[in-house]
Every structure is written in C-alpha cells, then in structure tokens.
C-alpha cells in the first residue's frame, strides 16, 4: 500500500470533494496521506480531515511565500497545533525566489525560526525550495535540521544536490515530475538514490503525473509516481509501495 507523504487537498481545488477523493486514494491502494497545510486556513482543513478519516495525516507550517505574516503569534499558534496526535511533521517550510513574495533576509528568518520549533518538538521537517538551493541547503546545514530530518519536497534537482542533501539527512521525496519526459535528471534520481531514503508524493492538486498531466492532480495519482520510479529500478510497484510506505512510516513515527 501507497503513502502519499505531500497532499493539498485542503485546498479550494478540493472543496466538497475531500471525501471522494480520499476514497479513490484508496481504490488506488493508497492507504496513507499526509495533508500539508501551510497558512491558516489550509492549516485548519488539515488538522479537520485528520481527525475526522482514518489513514490520514497532517503536516502544518508556515510557506515561504507567507513569511512576511510569519510573526510570533503565528509561531505559538502552531506550537499548540503541533502538539496534535495526527501531526506527522512541520512544513511546508522553506524558500521560493521565484515569487519572491517576501524579501529573502525575511524567508530566510521565517524558515530558521520553524526548524529550530520543530527541533524542540523532534517533529521531521517538509521542505519548500524554489530557484533557492544553495541558500536552503546552506541554512538546513548550519540549523543541523538532519537532527530530527526532514523531506525535499518534490525534489526536481540533479544527484549532486540529492547527495548534498542526503548527506545533511534529508529524504528525497519525488513527485509527478519523475513521470515528464523532460526530467531525465529526475529520473536518474529515481534510480540511484538509497532506497531507505526515498519517499513518494503528489503535491495534489498540482503536478499531475503523466498520463493525467495538465489535469487536477490527486493522491489517487501516487501509484504513477511509483510506477515510474518501479521503472527506473527495475522492480514491482509493490516493492517500491512497501519500502517507500516503510520510510514514511519511520520518518513520521507510525506504526507499519
């Protein structure tokens, strides 16, 4: 069975359809989620569908393209809703010079602040990283974030950058792009990247996987991913489910 490790369908894309959508997730051997909130109402939904269906999971922190409104009642807020039973990790966090909402030195401080929370609270990291590798590898270095690791959230870099994020104790997690035929750097990850380090996503509702690219991505869509990646390593999808479900489920605190 699957783990979708990075779902938004706590999102307006989603709206009255949760349910149905976790169900297909099931149909589609999906036994697991984990729904990310990253502001206040995306926040809210998560924790919301957490508790209310079995299997599903949430990760809730503060995106790098809110972290001008990233203040200290922000932070205590997320401490109390951190401390919840289906909390699996803290994120998305990190850094986006593309939209470059926020100027960087204000990122960059909003990003520091929730690895230091999520140390104290020995919660796995989720990270966002946009057009800002260096620096986000350069600040989860010096905040030792691989103490409690953490997750490159749809990582679409090349194997230099896997290993250097490796090394600092991160997990690779790849989403739908592994399936783009213009991702040949992707794909190589797939092949080489320590098996017990590998995790799958969707980032529902974006990045849809072939066959369904440029449609409305869903968790149900995570068994592409997978295939693909059973693919490039010349195994079973059920190989690749049950060693990436492993790791999620080591990463997260969860029993098998």
């Known amino acids: 069975m699957l783990f979708d490790t990075h779902t938004h369908i706590n999102v307006h894309q989603f709206k009255e359809e949760e349910a149905e959508a976790i169900e297909r997730a099931r149909e589609n051997q999906v036994s697991r989620m ?15 569908l957490s508790d209310k269906f079995e299997g599903v999971y949430s990760i809730i922190g ?6 001008g409104s990233y203040t200290d009642a922000v932070e205590n807020q997320l401490i109390e809703k951190l401390k919840g039973d289906k909390i699996v990790a803290m994120g998305e966090m990190g850094l986006d010079y593309y939209w470059d909402a926020d100027p960087r030195a204000v990122q960059h401080d909003a990003f520091r602040r929730q690895i230091r929370v999520a140390k104290e609270l020995n919660l796995p990291i989720s990270i966002h990283n946009r057009e800002a590798t260096e ?3 350069k600040i989860l270095k010096e905040e030792h ?6 997750i490159m959230h749809s990582f679409n870099l090349d194997t230099y950058w896997m290993e250097k994020f490796l090394d600092i104790g991160m997990h690779i997690s790849l989403s739908g ?18 098996f017990e380090k590998l995790l799958v996503e969707t980032d529902a509702p974006y990045l849809a996987p072939m066959p369904n690219r440029g449609k409305r991505n869903e968790p149900a869509y995570v068994k592409y991913v997978a295939e693909e990646v059973a693919k490039q390593r010349g195994l079973t999808l059920e190989e690749v489910a049950k060693q990436t479900t492993q790791n999620a489920n080591r990463l997260f605190k969860l029993k098998n």
Request: aromatic share 8%; net charge negative.
């Open 62 to 67: 503060w995106h790098p393209t809110e972290a």
């Open 177 to 194: 792009v592994v399936t783009f035929k213009n991702a040949p750097e992707v794909k190589e990850v797939a092949r080489i990247v320590p």
């Open 145 to 150: 974030a691989g103490d409690t690791g953490g």
């Open 135 to 137: 620096d986000a590898y």
């Open 34 to 48: 984990a729904v990310v909130g990253f502001d206040t109402d995306t926040i809210q939904k998560s924790l919301e």
